[in-house]
């Protein structure tokens, strides 16, 4: 699927067209066909191997440049939910490519950070590349940040369930959410080395003298340095949040094996006693019922009270016992 964003620079009024061939574009590609890719490259002039770097799950954040064009490949957090709601947190490339007058995003799949860009979450400008293109890694900061809120609310969520587990489910579950800071981080990190690359090499300040003109490749106002130092601000953000959940989880995944281990243990404890205390009637019976002469030896309702009573006290000795030595 192909989408093609043009804002008209009088109203500042975005809207969808279906001519490629406009100036000032942005065109949004998710998981498209060869066939689309073939008819984006031929309609803008875009590398073809620029096109489908982004759809390679295993492409890393990374930037090229060729002739008058540049990629600028980042992880983007996504999360998928199965059929009992629970969310499984991962990392896939996005593409973003610079043309000398359009802007082109390629993904595997729809996302959080593109859909809200489309909406108008912030408000886009088509004909400003380096605002759009700062906009999508501020809003890929942002993003990372309300997953890692997210991990930490199903975190505390666990904590508490975990205090009465006697089973693998839980511990799976945190697994989940330990694999999923694990790409968070791993990802968080390549994009900072990225971000830090564009500023350090591509980024051209009004301010800078033409001597720079030849050697970068976007012009940045002052209100996209703050931008982009926004976009610095929050990804270290991100990553400082990632390590300190990684590590809690990390331990909350040692804590609750124990706990695991020791409810379980509990439960064997409770169900020992139990069942010493169910063997007593057992074994007076058993004895009572011996084929040899006993006292008591009548048929008499009193006698069978008396075995009764005697056991039931047996018993309470028992409970008492056990209860004194906390193995009941």
Known sequence: ??????????????????????????????????????????????????????????????????????????????????????????????????????????????????????????????????????????????????????????????????????????????????????????????NEATVNRLRSTQFKSIHEPELLEGKRFLKMYEEDEELLEDVQTENKQAIEMAGIYGRILESMGHIFSSMISNNLNIVMKFLTSVTLIASIPTLIASILGMNVTFPFDTISVTAFWGVMGTTLLIILIFVVILRKKNLL
């Not at 990392?91 to 043309?99: E, M, S, V």
């Not at 729809?110 to 400008?125: A, C, R, W």
């Not at 088509?126 to 993003?143: D, E, N």
């Open 1 to 190: 699927m192909m989408k093609a964003y043009f804002t008209n620079q009088e109203t500042s009024q975005t809207t969808q067209v279906s001519d490629f061939s406009l100036k000032n574009l942005w065109i949004h590609c998710v998981h498209p066909s060869y066939e689309e890719l073939k008819r984006c490259s031929e309609a803008t002039g875009a590398n073809m191997d620029f096109l489908r770097a982004a759809l390679d799950m295993e492409e890393g954040s990374r930037i090229e440049i060729e002739h008058d064009q540049m990629i600028i490949i980042i992880d983007i957090p996504v999360y998928d939910e199965n059929v009992k709601n629970e969310r499984f947190f991962d990392t896939i490339p996005l593409g973003i490519i610079l043309l000398k007058e359009k802007l082109i995003t390629v993904c595997l799949q729809e996302n959080s950070i593109t859909s809200e860009l489309e909406n108008g979450k912030p408000k886009v400008h088509t004909f400003k590349r380096t605002r759009l293109l700062l906009q999508i890694l501020y809003k890929t900061s942002q993003m990372y940040i309300r997953y890692l809120r997210q991990i930490d609310q199903q975190t505390d969520e666990l904590e508490i369930a975990m205090h009465r587990a006697t089973h693998n489910k839980k511990l799976t579950q945190l697994l989940n959410l330990q694999k999923g800071i694990t790409y968070f981080s791993t990802s968080l990190r390549s």
